[in-house]
């Protein structure tokens, strides 16, 4: 089984959106999201925000993926309260643009994925809380929007978390198994140890 297999995903090394050039991928991801805003896709004319206004903003929200390197857990936290800043400004914004919803989502199961449990539970609670914000701040969203927002990055949580157990379970029974080739071979020395300390006496009785 390889390491990959049984590790959490390390910031270096996330398979999917983060994986295999991590920074150009995240870099295009910013990208994604200050155009999509800059051409007005998705907005009504009641944003509060111009859009060259809200397109650094929405590029601010996926920038601290770029620093997971540096600050593995306090990036993930950085997106989700940079994203509830920027609903109070435009509750439209971070609901209307799906580059941001692909790096809410990342964020979130990139929690779930952490092996500390109480920064990953803490993760839950600034997902729930962040996206409930960020529902309550959508101009003329519906009762549903309460709902779903936050049970959709809880379920992307919940399948970083889901990963992160069964790569602890399997490397746990990888050090189990290692341990037990250990004590075998130390069984073995030793049998081989006792068995070349009774030769000599075997011989003297021998003789």
């Known amino acids: 089984?390889?390491?990959?297999?049984?590790?959490?995903?390390?910031?270096g090394a996330i398979i999917g959106i983060l994986g295999g050039g991590q920074?150009?991928?995240?870099?295009?991801?910013?990208?994604?999201?200050?155009i999509e805003?800059?051409?007005?896709?998705?907005?009504?004319?009641?944003?509060?925000?111009?859009p060259w206004v809200a397109a650094p903003a929405a590029a601010a929200i996926v920038v601290p993926l770029l620093l997971r390197r540096w600050w593995p857990v306090v990036a993930l936290f950085g997106v989700w309260v940079i994203a509830a800043a920027v609903s109070f400004m435009d509750g439209r914004l971070v609901i209307s643009t799906g580059s941001l919803f692909v790096g809410g989502t990342c964020a979130a199961f990139l929690l779930g994925n952490q092996r500390n449990a109480t920064q990953s539970r803490a993760g839950l609670v600034a997902i729930l809380v962040s996206s409930a914000i960020i529902?309550?701040?959508?101009?003329?969203g519906e009762t549903g929007v309460y709902v779903f927002t936050p049970a959709s990055f809880a379920l992307a949580w919940i399948a970083g978390l889901a990963i992160q157990q069964r790569g602890a379970r399997a490397?746990?029974?990888?050090?189990?198994?290692?341990?037990?080739?250990r004590d075998r071979e130390a069984s073995t020395l030793a049998a081989i140890a006792e068995e070349r300390a009774a030769l000599p006496r075997?011989?003297?009785?021998?003789?």
């Open 37 to 50: 805003t800059a051409v007005g896709s998705g907005r009504a004319d009641t944003d509060r925000l111009s």
């Open 23 to 34: 920074l150009g991928r995240m870099l295009a991801l910013a990208a994604a999201a200050a």
């Open 171 to 181: 490397e746990a029974a990888e050090q189990r198994a290692a341990t037990l080739v």
């Open 135 to 140: 529902a309550y701040n959508e101009p003329g």
């Open 1 to 11: 089984m390889t390491e990959r297999a049984v590790t959490p995903l390390a910031p």
């Open 202 to 207: 075997e011989v003297e009785r021998a003789a």
